[in-house]
């Protein structure tokens, strides 16, 4: 390193050096600049100029930046394109004499860019799962972040592992270290669902975090006291996302044990072949899909629910019924649906935006949205009380 190297870049290589697998973000007034391989990554995806650092050195250092305002615009191009972004920001006054002290407050990953802003995408599926494996059976833990749906599950083969993550077809995978060489799981998430692959190794013992987390003095209540992989998959997702955000998600306070006897199990060749939900012929994540053609939903929440019943279908004869009737509510009275949907035009995400608020990450535009979703949905509840069916009433109230 060479010895004439600025307060400034030290910091900014001492951070780099933790955080080697990440573009580092590191605030410089009003830019995040990026240097050496970061610039020219930056400069390839973000299509903003390359400059240099010490311009009259022998050596000197490649330089890139945007405003920090404009992360919005930027971000998701990198994280799109597959890269975590480390946030350098300042922490102590830039005004004093000193040099400014900067810190990593937070990794985004491509799971949990939601929770930068509200980004509204209706076919969305934001999963982020972790993998666990024991003599050949493995654990999996899985967290939407648009739904805060936190679930675990067990399987007994490889191909029961690789058909449930056909149905999820998740945007982030972490997988504990030692399976950095099963060369046959990197390949069916590389090649075959291209996805962001992590590795993470847990420090903690895995019933102790998991009771910890959720103040509890056993695991009964989320039925997984006794299965040893669900809670090793769950405790490494948990110690990895809180990793990358630097503080504790107390807002992930359930979780549920997967019981695949609830639905009819869909194999991949079926899901493959009836364009359930991504089309294979045209390589498009939902054009021509059923889940495109039945999807008028209004909200991300209810597009990610919807993508999984159809996934997922029931095969509880009561559960159908009840669904039907739901529906049957809905469709025999026009007036009625259009007024709900109207309504729902106004619904935000408000699982994301709770978690922002939760992080001491929200913005005035949050509690905007926060508020205009609340009077939404009292004002649906109120047209439901007031002027339409038991049945619904019944079902909804």
Known sequence: MNENITPAMQQYYEMKEQYNDCILFFRMWDFYEMFDEDAHIAHKILWIAITSRNKNSNTPTPLAGIPFHAKEKYLPLLINAGYKVAFAEQVSDPKLKWIVRREVVRVVTPATLSLEWDMYDNDSNNYIISIVESEGFYGISQLNIWTNKWSTGEFNSFENLKTELYKLWPKEVVLEKKLFTDQKLKEILEKKFSLNIYYYEATSKSR????????????????????????????????????????????????????????????????????????????????????WILNKTKTSAWAALLREQIIKPLNNIDEIEKRHNFIEEFTKNKILLDKVRNKLEYVSNINTILNRLALNRANPRDLLNLKKSLQSIIEIYEIIQNEWSDKLKQIIL
């Open 208 to 291: 102790e975090r998991l009771l910890s987390h959720f103040q509890v003095q056993n695991l009964e209540w989320y039925w997984i006291e006794n299965k040893l992989l669900s809670q090793k998959a769950s405790s490494m997702l948990l110690e990895y996302m809180e990793s990358n955000q630097k503080t504790e998600l107390n807002f992930l306070n359930s979780i549920s044990y997967t019981s695949y006897d609830s639905y009819i199990n869909l194999d991949e060749s079926t899901i493959h072949n009836l364009d359930l939900v991504y089309n294979f012929s045209t390589k498009s994540s939902t054009i021509w899909t059923l889940f």
